[in-house]
């Protein structure tokens, strides 16, 4: 085995390669081969094999994205924020294509591990929602719309979706204004419902 060769080594030079050649070229075998050690050398760190691996690159890359995103979010607060949480997920995943591909589908409710992992992006983007007048109920709508429209969108673009010479970057600011617009929507419907309330009260 190749000296000092450990888990998180093997994990990151994995993420390079899923980057460089696709997530589907990562093998066992190709990679030892870049690490300069046979096969059986990282099934001694991996015991479920490929499987195992695929789901630490997975981990590691919402680890890695949530500390870009917290570092995004610093100092902003609201529309800003998540400005600057959508367009750091979107360069996220435009530099790492391949680890992107690994984190598409994952479930943070499926053990501990997955929650840990996952938990504190959703915390910041939860923190930038509490300034917002929204209910628990909306916040979790709105975290599941920006997932969805980040990873859509993201991945949409990776591969090249987009053929309309229309500006791809116009299009991601047009979706992020119509996001802001639909909390600021949901906030004038809180008043309204706050301030209806009041009146059955007197």
Not at 9 to 31: F, S
Not at 74 to 82: E, F, L, R
Not at 127 to 152: C, P, S, T, W
Request: proline content about 1%; overall charge negative.
């Amino acid at each position: 085995m190749k000296v000092g060769l450990d888990r998180t080594m093997i994990i990151e030079a994995a993420a390079k390669m899923a980057d460089e050649r696709g997530i589907a070229n990562v093998t066992l075998k190709v990679l030892a081969a870049d690490l300069g050690v046979k096969s059986p050398s990282l099934y001694k760190h991996f015991n479920g094999g490929l499987d195992e691996l695929n789901k630490e690159l997975m981990l590691y890359g919402w680890r890695s994205l949530e500390s870009n995103i917290t570092k995004a979010a610093v100092g902003k607060a609201k529309d800003d924020a998540i400005i600057a949480i959508c367009y750091a997920y979107r360069n996220f995943a435009a530099e790492h294509k391949g680890l992107i591909e690994a984190m598409q589908w994952y479930n943070m409710y499926q053990s501990e591990e997955h929650l840990q992992a996952t938990q504190g992006i959703v915390s910041v983007i939860f923190q930038v929602l509490d300034a917002y007048d929204l209910n628990e109920e909306q916040k979790v709508h709105i975290v599941r719309m920006l997932r969805g429209f980040l990873q859509g969108f993201s991945s949409i673009e990776c591969h090249g979706g987009y053929g309309n010479p229309l500006s791809v970057d116009d299009s991601f600011d047009f979706a992020l204004k119509t996001i802001q617009n639909g909390i600021h929507d949901l906030q004038g419907e809180r008043k309204n419902e706050t301030a209806f309330e009041k009146d059955q009260s007197i």
